[in-house]
């Protein structure tokens, strides 16, 4: 079964309802969308760490399950980053898609 972005993007952002409401039961408040930012750029140096490893520059166990986990991870941080700042993610990426064909 495939499953399609606009499934995708719904259960990223379920998932995001989710983590506020641990947010609010352990420290009373929502993170904000800056803080969530910071979550994806330290999610974001991780990918590169786990690059390293499964190309066996950087010792680590398990590289591979690791760098599947963070790609995906990266992806639903960018959904749910676009969703806070009123950005739809679809458009977003097909209006980068189309610039950059037309540049090459």
């Known amino acids: 079964m495939s499953t399609t972005f606009d499934e995708i993007i719904e259960r990223s952002l ?12 352990h420290h009373g408040s929502k993170w904000n969308v800056e803080e969530d930012a910071l979550a994806y750029l330290t ?5 590169g760490r786990n690059v390293m490893s499964q190309q066996e520059r950087w010792p680590k166990l398990d590289s591979e399950t690791e760098l599947k986990h963070k790609l995906g991870e ?10 806070r700042s009123g950005i739809d993610i679809k458009e977003a990426v097909n209006s980068f898609l189309t610039k950059t064909e037309g540049l090459l």
């Open 43 to 47: 999610d974001a140096g991780l990918i």
């Open 14 to 25: 379920e998932i995001r309802k989710k983590y506020h409401e641990l947010e609010l039961h």
């Open 74 to 83: 990266n992806i639903w941080w960018l959904i749910v980053i676009a969703e």
